[in-house]
């Protein structure tokens, strides 16, 4: 008697590679053009930032969300300047966060940043 197809080896190992390639594509998809209504748009205090020279990413927290950290990828590819930062901690600011999910960061702890505005709405670095 003949197994049935979904029995075989081959259909279970098909299904697991099939699967792997799936989710190996959304986890290293990259964030490309993000717009406003790809984004969430999170108020609060700067509390701190730090510069990351081996990558070139700036990571923001934010005093009123403790969970989460906000960053920039690649700032000095793009010659941006951030002189002013300094002068923003302990102030209100705007992150617009873009709604991205990858298996490398299944809770979404890791936010990339496509705006940040200040409480005056003045764009301070933006993406779009």
């Known amino acids: 008697m003949k197994k049935g197809f979904y029995k075989q080896t081959g259909f279970w190992i098909l299904s697991f590679g099939f699967i792997l390639t799936v989710l190996g594509f959304l ?3 990259p964030i490309v053009n993000p717009t406003e209504e790809d984004c969430s748009r999170i108020a609060g205090t700067l509390e701190k930032y730090r510069f990351l020279n081996e990558s070139g990413d700036i ?10 950290v906000y960053y920039l990828n690649h700032v000095f590819d793009h010659e941006i300047k951030f002189s002013g930062l300094d002068s923003l901690i302990g102030k209100r600011i705007v992150i617009y966060s873009v709604n991205h999910w990858t298996l490398l960061d299944t809770k979404g702890k890791y936010k990339h940043v496509a705006r940040i505005t200040n409480e005056d709405n003045t764009v301070i670095y933006s993406e779009y």
């Open 27 to 29: 986890s290293f998809r």
């Open 59 to 68: 990571q923001f927290k934010i005093r009123e969300n403790d969970f989460n």
